[in-house]
C-alpha cells in the first residue's frame, strides 16, 4: 500500500502549500496532545466506550436524523469491536474531518471510527488499529463534461473537501505524474482557493456543497474517498476512468500511547482473522 | 355423590387424555396449514421475484425513451431556431428576439450562446455558466452541426432544475434551450418509476412490494406514503435478513410480515404478505377443525366419564382395592364408545376437507378476483394514458406546425422543396406541404407535388378545407393513411402573405410510430399476453359483441366463440367466480367487464387444494390416534376379583317417576315423559342417564358452535378485516350454486337465523314468566311463530344462495300454498282454529276444559295443537280444529255436592240438628274445603227416600276428590247416629184377592172424570195470560 508521508512531501516543490494542507488533516501541535492525554485515560475507566464516527457517509456511518441512531458499517465494526473489549455501552458521537482530531485530543471520545485514513503524518499523534478498510481516493466528473482521462483535464478546476487529506493527496499525486509543476497563486490563505500552473484547487466546507459545485459546473472534478463518493454519484457522474489519487485505508484511531490502544488493535485484529469484518463488509455493501 | 379413588384417577386419566389429543392436534394442525400457507406464498412471491427485474428493466427502458423523447422536442427547438436564424426569418440576436421565440416555442427560455460561453441574448436570466466544462455537450453540437445532447442541472436547494439544449447557428454561434424537466420527471413517475412498477404488484391477498435502499436502508416505497423515508432497521427489519432470495418472517412498523427479499441494483425489494392475512385463513381452518376434534373427543371422553360414574351410582362398580385378574374390557361402554369414535373421525375427516377445500378455494378466488380487476385496471389505465399521450402528441405537432407556419410568414422564399427539406428535418417531422388559398399543394418535400385538397367530404383532406374558411389551425386524429395505410397524422396552420392576409396553410405529415406502437400497447392481447396469474395461470378475454375468444395463450382458440369451446353462457357475466371449462381443461376462473371484454384470470387448483388431500388424510391420522387413546383408556379396566364379580345385582331405581323405559325394536331403553317433556322442566344434572348427559353436552356444543359462527359473522369486519375470506364468503360474489361457498353461506346464514330465533324464543318465554295467562297464550304462539318463520326464511334464503331461481321459489310458494289448500286444508283449519282459541279466549293455558269427553288442564296452545293434561298425567294432544263444544270449568270457585237419601221414617229436624252440629267438623277435616259444607235441604221425596244435599266449595281441581271424601264422611256421620239410609229391599207379600167394582161405581168414575177435567180446563184457561211458557206454547 502506498503511503504519502509528510516527509515525501516536503521534498516536492510544492512543499509549502502541500504541508499546509496536510496541516490541515494530519499534522497537530504536540501540545494539545500531551495535555489531554490524563483525562482520556480517567474517562475510559467506566464501561462505556465513546466512538466519534460519521453522520453523513451511507454505509459507514449514517445518522438517521428521525430516530437519532446511527447506521453503517463503522458503526457495526464499533460495536463489535467493544463487545470484544468487554464495554457493555457504546456512545456514538458524530464527528466531521474538522473537529475528529481535537475531540479525540481533548478526551471527548475515546477513539475514532470515521473513514479515518491510516497516514504516517497521523500516526505522529495517534494510535492506529489494523486496517479494516482499504479504499481509494479518486476522481468524479461530469459526463457532460466529457473527460475521458486526466490528460483531458489540463486547466480544470478540481474540488476537495478542506478537512479532507484529498487536496495533499491530489497535490502529491500531481507532481508525482508531472501533471503539474508549480502554485501560481493562493487566492485564499485558507488553502481553498489556490492556482496551480495547470489546474486550479478549490475546497468546499462539506460534500455536499463540493457536489453542489460539481453539478453546477463550478468544479470540473471532485476529488474524494470512494467510500464516500458512493453517496454522491448518480448517473449523470462517472468517477473519471484511470485516475486513482492514492489508495488508502481506514483504522481506529485511539490517542497516542492510551490504554485501550492495544485493546483496540488486538479487537480488530481479531474481527479481521475470524471474518467478522469481511461479513460487516458484506453486509454494508 | 362421592367417587371411588380408581374411578378419580380413571376419570382424571380421561381428561388428561383429552386435553393432550386437543393441544397436539392444535400444534400440529397448525403448524402443517402454516408450513403449506407459507410455502404456497413463498413459492408465488419467488415466482413474482422473478419478473420483478424484467419489469425494472421495462420500467427503465420506459423511462429512457420518455427522456429521448423529452429531449428529442427540445433538441428540435432549437434546431428551429438555428433555422430561422440561418433563414432570413427576421432573426436577430437580441433579448426581445428571443422572447419571442420563447413564446411561439413555449419553452422556459432561449439563449444565443457563443463557444466560449457568453451570452449574446436571452429571453431571461439564467444562472447556467456557460463557459464551464459541464455544458460541453452543448458546445459539441458546435462541431458537429447535429443539435446537441441535453445536460441537466439538479440542484434543489437552489430550486434550480433545468435541461439544456443547444443547435448550432454559425461556427461560434448557438441557440440554446433551457427548459424545466418536471413534465418529464411526472411522467416517469406515472409511468417509469419504482413506485409505479411496484404499486401494481400484489401477493396474495393484501401483500405488496416494498423497496428499500441497500445503502442507507431507508425506505424508498412502500404502499404506506407514511413509511417512506424511513429508517427500515428502525422500523424493525433485521439486517440479517436482507440476503437476496431468502424467505423469512420480518417486523416493519410493528407489522408481521413473511417476506421474501431480492436485491436488485442496490435496492432490496421485499414482497410482503401481511402476517394476519396469512392467519386469517389459517387460524380460521385449524379452529373449525379443531373445535369439531374437540366437540368428538370431549363427547367421547365425557360419554365415558359419565357412564363410568353412573355404573358406580347404581353400584355396579368394583370395589376398592380389588386389582386380581389383569384387565378386562367394558362391555357397556366399548359399544357406544366406538360408535361415538367412529361418528365422530369419520365427522373430523369430513369438515377437514370440507375446510381446506372451502379456505383454498375462498383464497384462490379472492386473489384471482384482484388479478382480474388488476388487470381490468391496467387496460383501464393503458386507455386513459393512451388518450392523454395523444393530446399531449397533438399539441407538439401543432407547436411545430406553427412554428413552420411562422417561419414561412417571415420568408414565404422558403416553400422550396430543399428548404422545406432542412426545415422538416429542424422539426423533426416527416412532409411539410404548403398549400395556396385554392387548396393546391405549392410546394413539399414528399413526392405527393400535384396534391389538391379534396372535395368529397368523406376524404381524408377534405376536413382542411376549413382552414381556407377562417379557421387558425386544425389537428386530424392520427388515421390509416389513404394511399400507403401507415397510421399517419396530418397537422395544419393557416400562413399569411405580407399584409397579414391569410394565403394559404403549412400541414406537416408525420408517422407518429410512439403513438401507433403505444396504441398497439393498449390492444387486448398485448396487455394479456404475459399476464400471469399464481403460479401457472393466465388471463383470457372474450368480446362482449360477439362471444368470441378475443385473446386465448393458444392462438388457435382465438376468435372462435366461447361456448363453442365448453363455456356456457352463464359464465360470461362479469364477477364470475367457479369452475369453467375450456377446450376440456378445467380451471377455477373469476372474470371482470371492461367496456369492450370479458376478462378473466384462471388458474388450476393451487397448491392448497392439491394438499387438502394429504393434510385431510394427516388429521385423520392423528385424530385416530387420540381417539384409540381415549377410548383404551376408557373401556379397559381392572378386572374385578372374582368373588365379587356378580356380587352387585343391577339394582333398577324405581324412584325416578319421570323416566320411563321404553321398548323399540326388542331393546329396551329410558325415555323421558311426555309430561316431564312438554312442561319444561330442568332435569336436574345427576338424574339423567349417560345418554342423556351426553345428549347435553353435545347440545352446548352445537350451540357454542352456532353462536361463534353467529358471532363471526356479526364481527367479521372486525375480526377479519373488510377484505378476508369470511367477508368474501358472506359477500356472495361468488356464483350462486350448489358450491363450497354457497353451502357454507347457508350454513352460516342458518347459524345466524336459528341464534337470533332462539333468543328471541328464550325472550318470549321469559315474558311468559312474568305475565298472567293470556300473555303466556301469546308469548307461546309469538315464539312459535318466530320458530317457524325462521325455519321457512332460512329455507328460502339457502336454496336462494344454492342457486335456485328465487323467481320460481316464489312461484313454487304459490304452489305450495295450493297444495296446503287441497291436500292439507286439515292443518290449515288447525291453525286457523289455533288462532280463533288464542284471540276468542275461549280458554288459556292452565285452564281446566271438558271437550268432548275429555277433561283436563290446558298446558299448550299451539299453532296446530293443543296438549292438555288430564290430571292423572295423561296427556291429551287435541288438533285445534277439533276442539269444539268446549265446556271451560274453570271459575272461581266450584262446589263439591253429595246427595244422601234418608228414610221416610227418620225425623228430617232430628237429622237437620246432628248436620249443624257435624257440618264444622267435617270442614276441619277436609282441608280441600274452602267453605262450607252447607246443608242445601230436601232436594227430592224419592221413591224410597227423603233425598238431602250437602254441598262445599272448593277448587275445581279438588271437586272430584272432595265429593268423594263428602260421600264418605255422610256414610260415616250417619252411621254413628244410627241415621238409616235406606237401600232398594225386595219385599215378599202374600197374593190378594180384590174386589170387582159395580155398575154403578163404574158410572159414578166416568162422571168425576169428565168433571174433572172440565174443572181443570177452567182452571188453566183463567191462567193463560201469566204463564208465558204454556203461552208460547199454545201458538
Given at each position: 500500500m502506498h503511503v504519502i508521508t509528510r516527509r515525501q512531501f516536503g521534498a516536492l516543490a510544492l512543499g509549502t502549500v502541500a504541508c499546509a494542507l496536510a496541516g490541515l488533516t494530519g499534522c497537530t501541535d504536540s501540545g494539545t496532545a500531551a495535555g489531554s492525554s490524563a483525562t482520556t485515560t480517567s474517562r475510559s475507566d467506566g464501561n462505556t466506550l465513546r466512538v466519534g464516527v460519521r453522520s453523513d457517509i451511507v454505509g459507514f456511518g449514517y445518522l438517521n436524523d428521525r430516530t437519532g441512531k446511527y447506521y453503517g458499517l463503522e458503526i457495526d465494526i464499533a460495536q463489535e469491536m467493544a463487545d470484544r473489549m468487554g464495554k457493555s455501552n457504546v456512545e456514538f458521537t458524530t464527528v466531521t474531518p474538522d473537529d475528529r482530531k481535537e475531540m479525540l485530543l481533548d478526551g471527548q471520545i475515546d477513539c475514532i471510527i470515521a473513514c479515518y485514513s491510516i497516514a504516517d503524518s497521523r500516526k505522529e499523534n495517534f494510535d492506529f488499529s489494523p486496517a479494516y478498510y482499504d479504499d481509494q481516493v479518486i476522481a468524479v466528473v461530469q459526463n457532460s463534461s466529457m473527460f475521458d482521462s486526466i490528460d483531458d483535464m489540463k486547466g480544470m478546476t478540481f474540488g476537495t473537501m478542506s478537512g479532507a487529506n484529498a487536496a495533499p493527496l491530489l497535490t502529491n499525486k500531481f507532481a508525482e505524474m508531472d501533471f503539474s509543476k508549480e502554485i501560481k497563486q493562493v487566492v485564499k490563505d485558507d488553502n481553498s482557493h489556490v492556482i496551480f500552473d495547470t489546474w486550479t484547487l478549490l475546497q468546499y466546507p462539506s460534500y455536499q456543497e463540493l457536489s453542489d459545485a460539481l453539478e453546477e459546473g463550478t468544479v470540473d472534478a471532485m476529488v474524494l474517498d470512494g467510500a464516500i463518493a458512493k453517496t454522491y454519484m448518480n448517473y449523470k457522474r462517472s468517477i473519471l476512468p484511470g485516475f486513482v489519487v492514492a489508495e488508502q485505508s481506514f483504522g481506529v484511531a485511539t490517542q497516542k500511547g492510551s490504554d485501550l490502544s492495544a485493546p483496540v488493535s488486538d479487537a480488530i485484529q481479531a474481527m479481521l482473522d475470524d471474518g467478522t469484518i469481511e461479513t460487516l463488509i458484506d453486509k454494508w455493501d | 355423590m362421592k367417587m371411588t379413588r380408581n374411578l378419580k384417577i380413571k376419570i382424571a386419566a380421561i381428561i388428561v387424555a383429552a386435553i393432550a389429543s386437543i393441544v397436539v392436534m392444535g400444534v400440529l394442525l397448525f403448524n402443517m396449514q402454516n408450513t403449506l400457507t407459507q410455502s404456497n406464498y413463498a413459492s408465488e412471491m419467488i415466482a413474482e421475484a422473478e419478473q420483478l427485474d424484467t419489469l425494472l428493466a421495462d420500467a427503465a427502458s420506459e423511462a429512457d425513451q420518455n427522456k429521448e423523447t423529452f429531449d428529442a422536442i427540445y433538441q428540435s427547438k432549437a434546431q428551429s431556431i438555428a433555422f430561422m436564424a440561418n433563414n432570413n426569418t427576421g432573426y436577430e440576436a437580441t433579448d426581445a428576439k428571443m422572447r419571442e421565440y420563447q413564446e411561439l416555442l413555449g419553452v422556459d427560455n432561449v439563449l444565443i450562446v457563443k463557444r466560449d460561453g457568453s451570452v449574446v441574448a436571452c429571453a431571461q436570466k439564467t444562472e447556467a455558466d456557460f463557459s464551464h466544462a459541464r455544458f460541453n455537450y452543448l458546445r459539441e453540437s458546435l462541431n458537429t452541426g447535429e443539435p446537441s445532447r441535453a445536460v441537466e442541472i439538479d440542484l434543489p436547494d437552489r430550486e434550480w432544475l433545468y435541461r439544456y439544449y443547444a443547435a448550432k447557428i454559425d461556427n461560434d454561434t448557438m441557440a440554446v434551450i433551457e427548459q424545466s424537466p418536471v413534465e418529464l420527471d411526472e411522467l416517469d413517475a406515472a409511468t417509469s418509476s419504482t413506485a409505479s412498477v411496484l404499486r401494481n404488484i400484489t401477493v396474495g391477498q393484501d401483500g405488496y412490494v416494498f423497496a428499500l435502499s441497500a445503502q442507507t436502508y431507508l425506505i424508498e416505497y412502500h404502499p404506506d406514503e407514511n413509511l417512506v423515508g424511513t429508517d427500515a432497521i428502525d422500523a424493525g427489519i433485521e439486517v440479517a435478513k436482507l440476503e437476496d432470495g431468502t424467505t423469512s418472517w420480518m417486523t416493519l412498523d410493528g407489522d408481521s410480515l413473511y417476506c421474501h427479499v431480492s436485491l436488485i441494483d442496490d435496492m432490496y425489494y421485499i414482497q410482503a404478505v401481511p402476517a394476519s392475512d396469512m392467519n386469517a385463513s389459517t387460524m380460521v381452518t385449524v379452529g373449525v377443525i379443531l373445535f369439531a376434534f374437540t366437540a368428538v373427543v370431549a363427547a367421547v371422553a365425557l360419554y365415558g366419564i359419565f357412564v363410568l360414574r353412573d355404573d358406580e351410582r347404581r353400584g355396579e362398580t368394583e370395589q376398592d382395592g380389588s386389582k386380581a385378574g389383569g384387565l378386562r374390557i367394558n362391555r357397556r361402554i366399548a359399544k357406544k364408545a366406538a360408535v361415538l369414535s367412529a361418528v365422530g373421525f369419520i365427522g373430523i375427516i369430513v369438515i377437514s376437507f370440507y375446510m381446506q377445500t372451502l379456505f383454498a378455494l375462498s383464497s384462490q378466488s379472492l386473489t384471482m378476483t384482484e388479478r382480474v380487476e388488476q388487470i381490468t385496471q391496467a387496460i383501464q389505465t393503458s386507455q386513459d394514458r393512451a388518450s392523454d399521450l395523444e393530446d399531449q402528441y397533438n399539441e407538439r405537432y401543432l407547436s411545430k406546425a406553427q412554428v413552420a407556419a411562422y417561419i414561412l410568414d417571415r420568408n414565404p422564399e422558403l416553400a422550396t422543396r430543399e428548404k422545406l427539406q432542412e426545415l422538416a428535418d429542424a422539426l423533426q417531422i416527416q412532409y411539410l406541404f404548403k398549400f395556396d388559398s385554392s387548396g393546391r399543394v405549392t410546394a413539399t418535400n414528399s413526392t405527393f407535388t400535384n396534391f389538391v385538397l379534396s372535395e368529397d367530404s368523406a376524404d381524408q383532406s377534405y376536413e382542411f378545407r376549413k382552414l381556407l374558411q377562417g379557421v387558425e389551425s386544425y389537428v386530424q386524429p392520427a388515421g390509416p393513411d389513404e394511399v400507403s395505410g401507415e397510421l399517419r397524422q396530418y397537422i395544419g396552420v393557416v400562413t399569411h402573405n405580407a399584409d397579414g392576409i391569410i394565403d394559404g396553410f403549412v400541414q406537416l405529415g408525420i408517422r407518429p410510430t410512439r403513438l401507433e406502437s403505444l396504441l398497439e400497447s393498449v390492444q387486448i392481447d398485448h396487455v394479456l399476453d404475459g399476464v400471469h396469474v399464481g403460479a401457472d395461470g393466465f388471463a383470457f378475454a372474450i368480446d362482449k359483441s360477439d362471444g368470441t375468444f378475443a385473446y386465448y395463450p393458444d392462438a388457435n382458440t382465438v376468435g372462435k366463440a366461447a361456448t363453442a369451446c365448453g363455456m356456457?353462457?352463464?359464465?360470461?357475466?362479469?364477477?364470475?367466480?367457479?369452475?369453467?371449462t375450456v377446450n376440456g381443461e378445467q380451471y377455477f376462473a373469476t372474470s371482470a367487464e371492461t367496456s369492450d371484454y370479458y376478462v378473466y384470470a384462471v388458474g388450476s387448483d393451487g397448491a392448497l387444494m392439491a394438499e387438502r388431500v394429504p393434510l385431510t388424510i394427516a388429521t385423520a391420522g392423528i385424530a385416530l390416534v387420540c381417539l384409540a387413546v381415549i377410548f383404551c383408556l376408557m373401556v379397559v379396566e381392572p378386572k374385578p376379583g372374582a368373588d365379587q364379580a356378580v356380587a352387585s345385582a343391577r339394582k333398577e331405581s324405581d324412584d325416578d317417576p319421570r323416566m320411563v323405559d321404553v321398548t323399540v325394536g326388542g331393546r329396551t331403553m329410558k325415555t323421558e315423559s311426555a309430561a316431564s317433556r312438554w312442561l319444561n322442566r330442568a332435569f336436574s344434572w345427576d338424574e339423567m342417564t349417560p345418554e342423556q348427559k351426553l345428549g347435553t353436552v353435545l347440545r352446548w356444543l352445537m350451540g357454542v358452535a352456532v353462536i361463534l359462527v353467529c358471532l363471526a359473522v356479526i364481527f367479521k369486519d372486525a375480526i377479519f378485516g373488510t377484505d378476508s375470506i369470511f367477508a368474501y364468503i358472506l359477500g356472495g360474489s361468488w356464483q350462486h350454486g350448489p358450491n363450497i361457498f354457497a353451502i357454507t353461506a347457508s350454513l352460516m346464514s342458518a347459524c345466524v337465523i336459528m341464534t337470533v330465533a332462539t333468543i328471541l324464543q328464550k325472550i318470549f318465554m321469559l315474558i311468559a314468566q312474568v305475565v298472567e295467562a293470556r300473555g303466556v297464550t301469546m308469548c307461546r304462539?309469538?315464539?312459535?311463530?318466530?320458530?317457524?318463520?325462521?325455519?321457512?326464511?332460512?329455507?328460502?334464503?339457502?336454496?336462494?344462495?344454492?342457486?335456485?331461481?328465487?323467481?320460481?321459489?316464489?312461484?313454487?310458494?304459490?304452489?305450495?300454498?295450493?297444495?296446503?289448500?287441497?291436500?292439507?286444508?286439515?292443518?290449515?283449519?288447525?291453525?286457523?282454529?289455533?288462532?280463533?282459541?288464542?284471540?276468542?279466549?275461549?280458554?288459556?293455558?292452565?285452564?281446566i276444559i271438558q271437550v268432548g269427553g275429555s277433561k283436563g288442564t290446558v298446558m299448550e296452545i299451539g299453532v296446530r295443537t293443543t296438549k292438555i293434561n288430564d290430571g292423572s298425567g295423561n296427556i291429551l294432544v287435541l288438533r285445534n280444529s277439533g276442539i269444539s263444544n268446549v265446556v271451560n270449568m274453570t271459575k272461581e270457585h266450584s262446589f263439591a255436592a253429595v246427595e244422601v237419601g234418608i228414610e221416610y221414617g227418620e225425623s228430617l229436624e232430628r237429622v237437620e240438628n246432628i248436620l249443624s252440629k257435624e257440618l264444622p267438623n267435617i270442614r276441619k277435616r277436609l282441608p280441600a274445603i274452602i267453605d262450607g259444607p252447607f246443608y242445601r235441604g230436601v232436594t227430592m221425596l224419592a221413591d224410597n227416600s227423603v233425598n238431602i244435599k250437602i254441598v262445599a266449595e272448593c277448587n275445581e281441581k279438588d271437586r272430584g276428590g272432595l265429593t268423594n271424601d263428602l260421600n264418605r264422611e255422610m256414610k260415616l256421620l250417619f252411621d254413628k247416629y244410627r241415621i238409616s239410609i235406606p237401600f232398594p229391599q225386595v219385599v215378599v207379600n202374600q197374593p190378594t184377592v180384590f174386589k170387582k167394582a159395580t155398575a154403578a161405581e163404574k158410572r159414578a168414575a166416568d162422571a168425576f172424570n169428565a168433571e174433572q177435567k172440565e174443572a181443570f180446563k177452567n182452571f188453566v184457561d183463567e191462567n193463560e195470560d201469566f204463564d208465558e211458557f204454556n203461552d208460547s206454547h199454545r201458538h
Amino acid at each position: 500500500m502506498h503511503v504519502i508521508t509528510r516527509r515525501q512531501f516536503g521534498a516536492l516543490a510544492l512543499g509549502t502549500v502541500a504541508c499546509a494542507l496536510a496541516g490541515l488533516t494530519g499534522c497537530t501541535d504536540s501540545g494539545t496532545a500531551a495535555g489531554s492525554s490524563a483525562t482520556t485515560t480517567s474517562r475510559s475507566d467506566g464501561n462505556t466506550l465513546r466512538v466519534g464516527v460519521r453522520s453523513d457517509i451511507v454505509g459507514f456511518g449514517y445518522l438517521n436524523d428521525r430516530t437519532g441512531k446511527y447506521y453503517g458499517l463503522e458503526i457495526d465494526i464499533a460495536q463489535e469491536m467493544a463487545d470484544r473489549m468487554g464495554k457493555s455501552n457504546v456512545e456514538f458521537t458524530t464527528v466531521t474531518p474538522d473537529d475528529r482530531k481535537e475531540m479525540l485530543l481533548d478526551g471527548q471520545i475515546d477513539c475514532i471510527i470515521a473513514c479515518y485514513s491510516i497516514a504516517d503524518s497521523r500516526k505522529e499523534n495517534f494510535d492506529f488499529s489494523p486496517a479494516y478498510y482499504d479504499d481509494q481516493v479518486i476522481a468524479v466528473v461530469q459526463n457532460s463534461s466529457m473527460f475521458d482521462s486526466i490528460d483531458d483535464m489540463k486547466g480544470m478546476t478540481f474540488g476537495t473537501m478542506s478537512g479532507a487529506n484529498a487536496a495533499p493527496l491530489l497535490t502529491n499525486k500531481f507532481a508525482e505524474m508531472d501533471f503539474s509543476k508549480e502554485i501560481k497563486q493562493v487566492v485564499k490563505d485558507d488553502n481553498s482557493h489556490v492556482i496551480f500552473d495547470t489546474w486550479t484547487l478549490l475546497q468546499y466546507p462539506s460534500y455536499q456543497e463540493l457536489s453542489d459545485a460539481l453539478e453546477e459546473g463550478t468544479v470540473d472534478a471532485m476529488v474524494l474517498d470512494g467510500a464516500i463518493a458512493k453517496t454522491y454519484m448518480n448517473y449523470k457522474r462517472s468517477i473519471l476512468p484511470g485516475f486513482v489519487v492514492a489508495e488508502q485505508s481506514f483504522g481506529v484511531a485511539t490517542q497516542k500511547g492510551s490504554d485501550l490502544s492495544a485493546p483496540v488493535s488486538d479487537a480488530i485484529q481479531a474481527m479481521l482473522d475470524d471474518g467478522t469484518i469481511e461479513t460487516l463488509i458484506d453486509k454494508w455493501d | 355423590m362421592k367417587m371411588t379413588r380408581n374411578l378419580k384417577i380413571k376419570i382424571a386419566a380421561i381428561i388428561v387424555a383429552a386435553i393432550a389429543s386437543i393441544v397436539v392436534m392444535g400444534v400440529l394442525l397448525f403448524n402443517m396449514q402454516n408450513t403449506l400457507t407459507q410455502s404456497n406464498y413463498a413459492s408465488e412471491m419467488i415466482a413474482e421475484a422473478e419478473q420483478l427485474d424484467t419489469l425494472l428493466a421495462d420500467a427503465a427502458s420506459e423511462a429512457d425513451q420518455n427522456k429521448e423523447t423529452f429531449d428529442a422536442i427540445y433538441q428540435s427547438k432549437a434546431q428551429s431556431i438555428a433555422f430561422m436564424a440561418n433563414n432570413n426569418t427576421g432573426y436577430e440576436a437580441t433579448d426581445a428576439k428571443m422572447r419571442e421565440y420563447q413564446e411561439l416555442l413555449g419553452v422556459d427560455n432561449v439563449l444565443i450562446v457563443k463557444r466560449d460561453g457568453s451570452v449574446v441574448a436571452c429571453a431571461q436570466k439564467t444562472e447556467a455558466d456557460f463557459s464551464h466544462a459541464r455544458f460541453n455537450y452543448l458546445r459539441e453540437s458546435l462541431n458537429t452541426g447535429e443539435p446537441s445532447r441535453a445536460v441537466e442541472i439538479d440542484l434543489p436547494d437552489r430550486e434550480w432544475l433545468y435541461r439544456y439544449y443547444a443547435a448550432k447557428i454559425d461556427n461560434d454561434t448557438m441557440a440554446v434551450i433551457e427548459q424545466s424537466p418536471v413534465e418529464l420527471d411526472e411522467l416517469d413517475a406515472a409511468t417509469s418509476s419504482t413506485a409505479s412498477v411496484l404499486r401494481n404488484i400484489t401477493v396474495g391477498q393484501d401483500g405488496y412490494v416494498f423497496a428499500l435502499s441497500a445503502q442507507t436502508y431507508l425506505i424508498e416505497y412502500h404502499p404506506d406514503e407514511n413509511l417512506v423515508g424511513t429508517d427500515a432497521i428502525d422500523a424493525g427489519i433485521e439486517v440479517a435478513k436482507l440476503e437476496d432470495g431468502t424467505t423469512s418472517w420480518m417486523t416493519l412498523d410493528g407489522d408481521s410480515l413473511y417476506c421474501h427479499v431480492s436485491l436488485i441494483d442496490d435496492m432490496y425489494y421485499i414482497q410482503a404478505v401481511p402476517a394476519s392475512d396469512m392467519n386469517a385463513s389459517t387460524m380460521v381452518t385449524v379452529g373449525v377443525i379443531l373445535f369439531a376434534f374437540t366437540a368428538v373427543v370431549a363427547a367421547v371422553a365425557l360419554y365415558g366419564i359419565f357412564v363410568l360414574r353412573d355404573d358406580e351410582r347404581r353400584g355396579e362398580t368394583e370395589q376398592d382395592g380389588s386389582k386380581a385378574g389383569g384387565l378386562r374390557i367394558n362391555r357397556r361402554i366399548a359399544k357406544k364408545a366406538a360408535v361415538l369414535s367412529a361418528v365422530g373421525f369419520i365427522g373430523i375427516i369430513v369438515i377437514s376437507f370440507y375446510m381446506q377445500t372451502l379456505f383454498a378455494l375462498s383464497s384462490q378466488s379472492l386473489t384471482m378476483t384482484e388479478r382480474v380487476e388488476q388487470i381490468t385496471q391496467a387496460i383501464q389505465t393503458s386507455q386513459d394514458r393512451a388518450s392523454d399521450l395523444e393530446d399531449q402528441y397533438n399539441e407538439r405537432y401543432l407547436s411545430k406546425a406553427q412554428v413552420a407556419a411562422y417561419i414561412l410568414d417571415r420568408n414565404p422564399e422558403l416553400a422550396t422543396r430543399e428548404k422545406l427539406q432542412e426545415l422538416a428535418d429542424a422539426l423533426q417531422i416527416q412532409y411539410l406541404f404548403k398549400f395556396d388559398s385554392s387548396g393546391r399543394v405549392t410546394a413539399t418535400n414528399s413526392t405527393f407535388t400535384n396534391f389538391v385538397l379534396s372535395e368529397d367530404s368523406a376524404d381524408q383532406s377534405y376536413e382542411f378545407r376549413k382552414l381556407l374558411q377562417g379557421v387558425e389551425s386544425y389537428v386530424q386524429p392520427a388515421g390509416p393513411d389513404e394511399v400507403s395505410g401507415e397510421l399517419r397524422q396530418y397537422i395544419g396552420v393557416v400562413t399569411h402573405n405580407a399584409d397579414g392576409i391569410i394565403d394559404g396553410f403549412v400541414q406537416l405529415g408525420i408517422r407518429p410510430t410512439r403513438l401507433e406502437s403505444l396504441l398497439e400497447s393498449v390492444q387486448i392481447d398485448h396487455v394479456l399476453d404475459g399476464v400471469h396469474v399464481g403460479a401457472d395461470g393466465f388471463a383470457f378475454a372474450i368480446d362482449k359483441s360477439d362471444g368470441t375468444f378475443a385473446y386465448y395463450p393458444d392462438a388457435n382458440t382465438v376468435g372462435k366463440a366461447a361456448t363453442a369451446c365448453g363455456m356456457t353462457e352463464n359464465q360470461l357475466i362479469d364477477g364470475y367466480s367457479d369452475y369453467i371449462t375450456v377446450n376440456g381443461e378445467q380451471y377455477f376462473a373469476t372474470s371482470a367487464e371492461t367496456s369492450d371484454y370479458y376478462v378473466y384470470a384462471v388458474g388450476s387448483d393451487g397448491a392448497l387444494m392439491a394438499e387438502r388431500v394429504p393434510l385431510t388424510i394427516a388429521t385423520a391420522g392423528i385424530a385416530l390416534v387420540c381417539l384409540a387413546v381415549i377410548f383404551c383408556l376408557m373401556v379397559v379396566e381392572p378386572k374385578p376379583g372374582a368373588d365379587q364379580a356378580v356380587a352387585s345385582a343391577r339394582k333398577e331405581s324405581d324412584d325416578d317417576p319421570r323416566m320411563v323405559d321404553v321398548t323399540v325394536g326388542g331393546r329396551t331403553m329410558k325415555t323421558e315423559s311426555a309430561a316431564s317433556r312438554w312442561l319444561n322442566r330442568a332435569f336436574s344434572w345427576d338424574e339423567m342417564t349417560p345418554e342423556q348427559k351426553l345428549g347435553t353436552v353435545l347440545r352446548w356444543l352445537m350451540g357454542v358452535a352456532v353462536i361463534l359462527v353467529c358471532l363471526a359473522v356479526i364481527f367479521k369486519d372486525a375480526i377479519f378485516g373488510t377484505d378476508s375470506i369470511f367477508a368474501y364468503i358472506l359477500g356472495g360474489s361468488w356464483q350462486h350454486g350448489p358450491n363450497i361457498f354457497a353451502i357454507t353461506a347457508s350454513l352460516m346464514s342458518a347459524c345466524v337465523i336459528m341464534t337470533v330465533a332462539t333468543i328471541l324464543q328464550k325472550i318470549f318465554m321469559l315474558i311468559a314468566q312474568v305475565v298472567e295467562a293470556r300473555g303466556v297464550t301469546m308469548c307461546r304462539l309469538a315464539a312459535s311463530i318466530v320458530k317457524y318463520a325462521a325455519m321457512i326464511g332460512m329455507l328460502y334464503w339457502c336454496l336462494a344462495l344454492l342457486g335456485v331461481d328465487t323467481a320460481t321459489l316464489l312461484a313454487s310458494a304459490g304452489l305450495l300454498t295450493l297444495a296446503i289448500s287441497l291436500g292439507a286444508k286439515d292443518l290449515v283449519a288447525d291453525i286457523i282454529a289455533g288462532l280463533f282459541i288464542i284471540f276468542e279466549g275461549e280458554f288459556r293455558v292452565g285452564d281446566i276444559i271438558q271437550v268432548g269427553g275429555s277433561k283436563g288442564t290446558v298446558m299448550e296452545i299451539g299453532v296446530r295443537t293443543t296438549k292438555i293434561n288430564d290430571g292423572s298425567g295423561n296427556i291429551l294432544v287435541l288438533r285445534n280444529s277439533g276442539i269444539s263444544n268446549v265446556v271451560n270449568m274453570t271459575k272461581e270457585h266450584s262446589f263439591a255436592a253429595v246427595e244422601v237419601g234418608i228414610e221416610y221414617g227418620e225425623s228430617l229436624e232430628r237429622v237437620e240438628n246432628i248436620l249443624s252440629k257435624e257440618l264444622p267438623n267435617i270442614r276441619k277435616r277436609l282441608p280441600a274445603i274452602i267453605d262450607g259444607p252447607f246443608y242445601r235441604g230436601v232436594t227430592m221425596l224419592a221413591d224410597n227416600s227423603v233425598n238431602i244435599k250437602i254441598v262445599a266449595e272448593c277448587n275445581e281441581k279438588d271437586r272430584g276428590g272432595l265429593t268423594n271424601d263428602l260421600n264418605r264422611e255422610m256414610k260415616l256421620l250417619f252411621d254413628k247416629y244410627r241415621i238409616s239410609i235406606p237401600f232398594p229391599q225386595v219385599v215378599v207379600n202374600q197374593p190378594t184377592v180384590f174386589k170387582k167394582a159395580t155398575a154403578a161405581e163404574k158410572r159414578a168414575a166416568d162422571a168425576f172424570n169428565a168433571e174433572q177435567k172440565e174443572a181443570f180446563k177452567n182452571f188453566v184457561d183463567e191462567n193463560e195470560d201469566f204463564d208465558e211458557f204454556n203461552d208460547s206454547h199454545r201458538h
